[in-house]
C-alpha cells in the first residue's frame, strides 16, 4: 500500500514537472517570436530559472525542445544561445503544415465532420477588417485536426509547427521582416471559402486542393523583404 503511494506521488510530480516545462517552453518561445530575444542572444539558464521562479530542470527541458524545434542553437561548449531564423524559417513550417494538413484530408481514417468551419465568404466584412484574420481560420483547422485521433504521431508533429505559426502571425517582429498580410487577401479568403464547402460536401480531393491553393498565395508574403531590426520588442 505504502509503495503505491509513493509510486502514484512519483507519478504525480513527474506530471507536474512535464506540465511545467511545457509552460516554460511556451514562455520563452513567446519571448523568441516577439523579438524579446534576438538572433545570436545568449541563453543562460540560472538567469531564467531565477526570472521564471522554477528549477534549472524546466528550463533545461524547455531549451532542449526549443534546439529541436530550431529556435536554439546549442554549441558544444554548452553555449546556448537563439538561432538566427527569420520569414523565411515560417514559410517553411506553414508549408510543412499545409502539407500535413492536406494528409489528414486525404486519410479515410479523419473523419471531416470533425472541422469546425464557417463560411469565410459570408464573414468576409470581418476577415477584411483584420489582415491575418484568414489566417487565424486556416490555423484553426489545422488545430481542428490535432484533436482527432487519426494520426497522434502527425498530430505531434502539426502541433510543433502550429504554435510558432500562431504566435509569429501577431508578433511585431513579423513586420520587421517585411511581411504584409493585407496583401492578396481576396484569393486566399476565396481558397478557405472553397474549402469550407469541400468539408460540408465530404469532397477530399477538392479540400485537399483548396488548402494547397492557400499555402500557395500565403507563403510568398513568408519571404526575407527586409532585414530584422536588432531592437528589442519587450
Do not use: K
Not at 517553411?92 to 469565410?120: C, H, I, Q
Not at 509547427?161 to 500562431?166: E, F, I, M, Q
Not at 481558397?191 to 500565403?218: K, N
Amino acid at each position: 500500500m505504502i509503495q503505491s503511494i509513493r509510486s502514484a506521488s512519483r507519478h504525480r510530480g513527474a506530471i507536474a514537472q512535464r506540465l511545467l516545462g511545457d509552460t516554460v517552453f511556451e514562455r520563452l518561445l513567446a519571448d523568441i517570436i516577439s523579438g524579446r530575444f534576438t538572433p545570436h542572444e545568449r541563453l543562460r539558464v540560472d538567469d531564467l530559472a531565477y526570472e521564471l521562479a522554477v528549477s534549472r530542470t524546466p528550463v533545461r527541458e524547455a531549451i532542449t525542445r526549443l534546439a529541436w524545434t530550431g529556435f536554439v542553437e546549442v554549441a558544444r561548449n554548452s553555449h546556448t544561445q537563439i538561432a538566427d531564423w527569420d520569414a523565411t524559417d515560417m514559410q517553411d513550417r506553414l508549408v510543412m503544415t499545409g502539407r500535413l494538413v492536406t494528409l489528414a484530408l486525404t486519410d479515410p481514417r479523419f473523419d471531416l465532420s470533425e472541422l469546425r468551419l464557417s463560411d469565410p465568404e459570408a464573414d468576409a466584412p470581418a476577415l477584411t477588417a483584420r489582415p491575418d484574420a484568414d489566417i487565424q481560420l486556416f490555423l484553426e483547422l489545422a488545430e481542428d485536426i490535432t484533436l482527432s485521433p487519426w494520426s497522434r504521431s502527425v498530430n505531434r508533429v502539426l502541433l510543433e509547427l502550429l504554435h510558432p505559426l500562431a504566435l509569429y502571425f501577431t508578433s511585431p517582429v513579423m513586420a520587421a521582416h517585411g511581411v504584409d498580410l493585407a496583401r492578396d487577401m481576396r484569393p486566399r479568403t476565396a481558397c478557405l471559402g472553397g474549402l469550407a464547402d469541400a468539408v460540408r460536401a465530404g469532397d477530399r480531393e477538392s479540400a485537399t486542393r483548396q488548402v494547397l491553393d492557400y499555402v500557395a498565395q500565403l507563403a510568398p508574403l513568408l519571404q526575407q523583404a527586409t532585414a530584422p531590426s536588432e531592437s528589442r520588442y519587450a
